[in-house]
């Protein structure tokens, strides 16, 4: 107002000089001017004094009368589905100046519906503006306001129109609920064609005004805060945000009917002018910059929908706890200083059939150079199988780190560096490894505890080295008529793994068994043991290879393994105890089935090399050679059943190794 004053005067003083020359130069003498000006001269100055007074007083008039009778707001509301003016009071003593309480504007266009609302504001508004269907106002200050955005729902694409995120949507009053699409298409294509548009442009600049609601969606604000900037919405043509200062205190954010966070914060927001028919989602953060500061405590993450499967979908339980950002984004980049945080003390994630307990801090930092760090810990976990009667698995002092040599939210690396390491964690019933649903011969363990300690790099390319140690106490093990107990102890070293295909190569591993109990078929072997070396392992979908060193007190256990799988004779089994057994084979499973290549087994007076193949569901086949002493024998195992050849050499075994294939 000020300003629109000081230009009135000054015009007046520039046309009071050119209208009256002569006597202009008089007005430096202020006590002769009476004395000098002539009868025409006074009554021009009058004129030119009282004009101005005329004006006003005519406008204060006029443009009263049309604010209180409505007129303006009938005006903006011609077209109510485009945009429409309400107000409970307003009034004006200056041109432009308006003061009004109880403000609503509103709008829409063929994608969505819009609502601004005041409690009471002095606003300076571009008056013939209004002649072109634009409101444009500036200088706005101040109280309550309330700002509503909707999508419009397709009725062909929604089935329930009366679902729970229908329902949550920002009531609008110019509006039906829910807010629907038109079933005809309109007159004019808006968003292809300039022909016919006639909407409602808004713009506002130098807003400054406290805030009670922003309602966008199903996410809605409550509480205190104060806004300051200013925008420009052209509807289906060009949207220009800020700069805008954004102060939130005290308040609550909703999604649906759910208080997701109390929070406070201040964000500063710059958004580029965009054509908001070119943007899609998330992609108007390319248009954007922004500063957020938020202190957050969060109720719970209850609320965050997860993807479901067949049946019963996993759901997030509690998760109560603190979220704290200082946050730069430029255009979908993350800048350098940034960091977010996250801390919960209770996080509960739970399936049909098992429940995770957690708790976890996860922090995010990006560095100087742009690099960006996610270090999530995890000091305490555990995991359930509710109705099972099982002990929960405990895990202690998890930690993960992912790093990226920048973060952008639209376009994530491809490849990402991490680390993941468990320094404790106990599975005190071995049963929890059974299988559900297994077949009644197959494998199961009947009692022990495993407890172990595992780290695993993996580089941006999906290449990953590790390590494991695995230590089974009493562990329990049945299958078919064989029976295992004893300690186990297993050190794993991963030289090479593909995360990406997935495949994973071992460089070297260690598996030591003491103390271990044997029983099959009645026949009992205490006290074995075995030390067993693995090297350049492979394991691949379908696949699994290895080389086998192993030194062991005898081979009864590989024996009544092989009997159990009916891959050799009966009458074999009893010959090849081996005593003080040493050997080196190669294993390798695949999809269809398995060979195993002995290279050398030497144990008593034993000497056994040769290989065996089985097929699912196929009879074993096989040669080995064996010798003791100056003897040898041949055993060769065909589809039509196992044959014995006395004084067989190795050139026997080596053609009946070559004919099993490659």
Request: charged fraction near 25%.
């Amino acid at each position: 107002m000020a300003r629109a004053i000081d230009a009135l005067m000054h015009a007046l003083m520039h046309a009071l000089m050119h209208a009256l020359p002569h006597e202009a130069a008089a007005l430096k003498s202020p006590p002769a001017l009476s004395g000098r000006l002539g009868p025409r001269a006074r009554r021009a100055l009058k004129a030119l004094l009282i004009l101005p007074l005329a004006l006003w007083l005519g406008y204060v008039v006029v443009v009263n009368v049309m604010l209180s009778t409505g007129l303006i707001a009938r005006l903006v509301s011609y077209n109510p589905v485009d945009a429409s003016l309400y107000y409970g009071s307003a009034w004006s003593l200056w041109p432009g100046v308006v003061h009004v309480k109880e403000l609503r504007l509103s709008g829409s266009d063929s994608v969505l519906q819009w609502a601004v609302e005041l409690d009471e504001a002095d606003v300076d508004i571009h008056l013939t503006d209004l002649l072109r269907k634009k409101f444009y106002a500036e200088d706005i200050r101040a109280t309550g306001f309330v700002f509503r955005l909707r999508m419009l729902v397709d009725p062909t694409s929604e089935r329930d129109l009366e679902a729970p995120h229908i329902e949550a949507l920002p009531p609008i009053p110019e509006f039906a609920n829910p807010p629907l699409k038109p079933e005809l298409p309109p007159k004019h294509d808006l968003e292809s064609s300039d022909e016919g548009y006639n909407l409602w442009t808004v713009h506002l600049e130098g807003i400054d005004t406290t805030l009670k609601e922003v309602w966008i969606q199903q996410v809605r604000y409550a509480g205190g805060g104060r806004v300051r900037g200013g925008f420009y919405y052209k509807p289906l043509r060009a949207v220009r945000v800020g700069p805008v200062a954004l102060e939130l205190r005290s308040g609550e954010v909703h999604v649906a009917d759910r208080v997701v966070a109390r929070l406070d914060a201040d964000a500063d927001v710059t958004m580029s002018t965009f054509d908001p028919r070119d943007v899609d989602g998330l992609d108007v953060l390319d248009t954007a910059w922004a500063r957020v500061r938020l202190d957050a405590q969060l109720p719970g993450l209850d609320f965050i929908p997860l993807p479901a499967g067949d049946g019963a979908g996993p759901r997030l339980e509690d998760g109560s706890g603190e979220l704290r950002t200082n946050l730069v984004v430029n255009r979908g980049s993350v800048e350098p200083g940034s960091t977010a945080s996250y801390e919960t003390s209770h996080l509960v994630a739970s399936t049909a059939s098992l429940r995770a307990t957690v708790e976890a801090r996860a922090a995010l930092r990006v560095d100087e150079r742009g690099a960006a760090r996610l270090a999530v810990t995890l000091p305490r976990a555990t995991l359930e199988r509710p109705g099972s009667g099982l002990p929960p698995i405990v895990v202690e002092r998890a930690s993960a780190a992912f790093d990226a040599p920048e973060l952008h939210l639209l376009r994530l690396q491809p490849g990402f560096a991490s680390k993941v390491d468990v320094v404790a964690a106990a599975i005190p019933d071995l049963r929890w490894l059974n299988a559900d649903g297994a077949a009644p011969d197959a494998p199961r363990f009947t009692g022990g505890a495993a407890f172990l300690r595992s780290s695993l790099e993996v580089d941006p390319l999906g290449r990953g080295t590790g390590s494991l140690n695995l230590l089974l106490k009493h562990g329990a093990l049945q299958w078919k008529k064989t029976k295992v107990k004893g300690d186990v102890a297993a050190r794993m070293t991963l030289d090479a793994a593909d995360v990406l295909n997935p495949t994973a190569k071992l460089r070297k591993g260690r598996i030591d068994i003491e103390d271990l109990a044997i029983e099959h078929e009645g026949e009992a072997v205490p006290g074995w043991w075995a030390h067993i070396d693995i090297e350049d392992a492979e394991v691949r979908r379908g696949l699994m290879e290895a080389a086998i060193r192993v030194e062991c007190k005898d081979a009864r256990p590989a024996v009544m393994l092989l009997d159990a799988e009916d891959a050799i004779p009966g009458w074999a089994a009893g010959l090849l105890t081996m005593e003080g057994l040493k050997a080196s084979a190669k294993v390798r499973r695949a999809d269809d089935g398995v060979d195993f290549r002995l290279l050398e087994a030497k144990g008593g007076d034993l000497a056994i090399r040769g290989r065996l193949t089985k097929s699912d569901g196929q009879t074993p086949r096989g040669a080995f050679l064996v010798k003791s002493g100056l003897l040898s024998m041949g055993i060769a195992l065909e589809r039509d059943g196992a044959g014995v050849h006395p004084l067989a050499g190795d050139g026997w075994v080596n053609e009946k190794m070559t004919a099993l294939g490659r």
